[in-house]
């Protein structure tokens, strides 16, 4: 990581460790936290189980929680401080894993806090932090083929080097895998003073693709095979931020790819309620 790329993840740290631990866990809009996305009700119900510590510092932007991974094994890039992780711990159960990746020490700090009280709640001990980068899941032992379900809520936007991103989740998916994540993205290509604003790089808005970016990565990935879930309006909700945007319009989705496409032992659901990672033996769709 040298000159752009390194002052980027520089500025991305010092961004979230300020929400973490000197803001309350608050940012400065509503990008990541308020997205209008209907979250399923068993995940509702979850997430009432959680900690507040660990709700009130979460930054999601939809809510890329497949329902049917009973058995697998999970891996959250950009984890933060662990609400999703806790959420699909559950979901996996005894025989899952979920391993939560995230290169803040401060939010991770803050996720292995809760990790004995969390399995003493659900009854079993199945969750991993591990720190690291996005780009380079090797340099944390994540191997080939090894995850069935890779997630990310909120994260991929903020990363300088997309195309590293989903080489590496289309490198540690097995095949049949499923990609499922939620993220912010634009209506058009970031102009430079918007993508150059610390600000708005933290707010999750600098650094995310336009649909035709987003597709060109995918191909080139080997994840050409995707559907967009949902894709509602992202809300600002900050007149000095709203000004600083422009006319760039954003939205928060959330998309499902499958590693393999048709030929894998997935299918691409059409619907939310049909969604599931469907790789993990019983769980599969046909
Ligand atoms: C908007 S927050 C979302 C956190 C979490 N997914 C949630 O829903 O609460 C973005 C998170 O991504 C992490 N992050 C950003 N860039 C990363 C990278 N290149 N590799 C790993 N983590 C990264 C940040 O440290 C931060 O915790």
Request: glycine share 10%; charged share 25%; with cysteine.
């Amino acid at each position: 990581m040298e000159g752009r790329n390194s002052e980027i993840y520089e500025a991305v740290r010092k961004y979230y460790s300020a929400a973490t631990k000197e803001k309350g866990g608050r940012l400065s809009s509503s990008v990541c936290c308020c997205s209008a996305e209907a979250v399923p009700k068993a995940v509702k119900v979850i997430i009432s189980e959680l900690p507040g510590e660990i709700v009130t510092k979460y930054y999601g932007c939809g809510s890329p929680i497949p329902d049917k991974v009973e058995g697998c094994t999970v891996l959250d890039l950009g984890c933060g401080t662990g609400r999703d992780v806790y959420v699909i711990s559950k979901l996996v159960g005894a025989l899952g894993t979920v391993i939560g990746l995230d290169m803040n020490e401060d939010q991770l700090e803050v996720a292995e806090r809760y990790k004995a009280e969390m399995s003493s709640k659900w009854g079993f001990s199945n969750v991993v932090f591990k720190k690291g980068y996005m780009e380079d899941l090797a340099a944390v032992g994540i191997e080939d083929g090894s995850i069935d379900v890779v997630i990310s809520n909120c994260v991929i936007n903020l990363s300088p080097d997309k195309q590293s991103v989903f080489s590496e989740i289309h490198r540690v998916l097995k095949d049949g895998g499923v990609l499922f994540f939620s993220d912010v993205f634009a209506d058009r290509k970031i102009p430079e003073e918007i993508r150059a604003n610390p600000l708005l790089l933290g707010e999750c808005l600098g650094g995310a693709m336009c649909p035709e970016e987003f597709d060109e990565v995918m191909k080139s990935s080997g994840l050409s095979n995707y559907e967009i879930i949902s894709s509602v309006e992202t809300p600002i909700g900050n007149k000095e931020i709203e000004a600083l945007i422009g006319g760039v319009k954003y939205s928060s989705k959330t998309i499902r790819a499958v590693k393999g496409g048709e030929s894998g032992c997935c299918r691409i659901a059409t619907s939310y309620a049909e969604q599931s990672s469907c790789c993990c033996g019983a769980t599969r769709l046909s």
